[in-house]
């Protein structure tokens, strides 16, 4: 069975951010990184070479496959910001269509710049799915 590539690791999540040549991209991605800590109460960690992940979590599939993930986290990648909603998108229908300019994946959230959206119902979107997998996923 192939290993998980993207693992946690100690590089620091904050000078990643504040190494980021895109200033508007380096601004919503700390304030990202601080909407995501305060919702989790969790320290940010970095995920691989691009990801910040905040939490985790313990799966296993039917298949056997199993390994660890964060619960919530983010990418400020080179098109878009790339938040991570673990939970899915199948329960949030209408807080997305008052989310503002956005495009979805299985469990990705594309953005292009914070302002285009609007911050509490993506602060709300963010704790509710951080909310449900600390619930399916408790010990």
């Known amino acids: 069975m192939a290993e998980l590539k993207t693992k946690p690791n100690d590089e620091d999540p904050r000078a990643f951010l504040e190494a980021l040549e895109d200033e508007n991209k380096r601004k919503d991605a700390l304030a990202l990184l601080e909407m995501m800590q305060e919702i989790s109460g969790c320290a940010p960690k970095m995920w691989g070479s691009a990801i910040i ?9 039917e298949s056997g496959r199993e390994g660890d993930w964060f619960i919530a986290g983010f990418s400020p990648r080179k098109q878009n910001l790339a938040l ?3 939970s899915g998108f199948d329960r949030y229908n209408e807080l997305l269509q008052k989310l503002g300019k956005h495009k979805t994946g299985k469990s990705c959230l594309y953005i292009k710049h914070l302002s285009e959206v609007n911050p509490e119902v993506l602060y709300k979107l963010v ?13």
Do not use: C, L, N, V
Not at 53 to 61: E, P
């Open 53 to 61: 992940g905040f939490g985790s979590y313990h799966y296993q599939y």
């Open 84 to 86: 991570y909603i673990m």
């Open 127 to 139: 704790e509710t799915s951080y909310r449900r997998m600390e619930e399916k996923y408790k010990s």
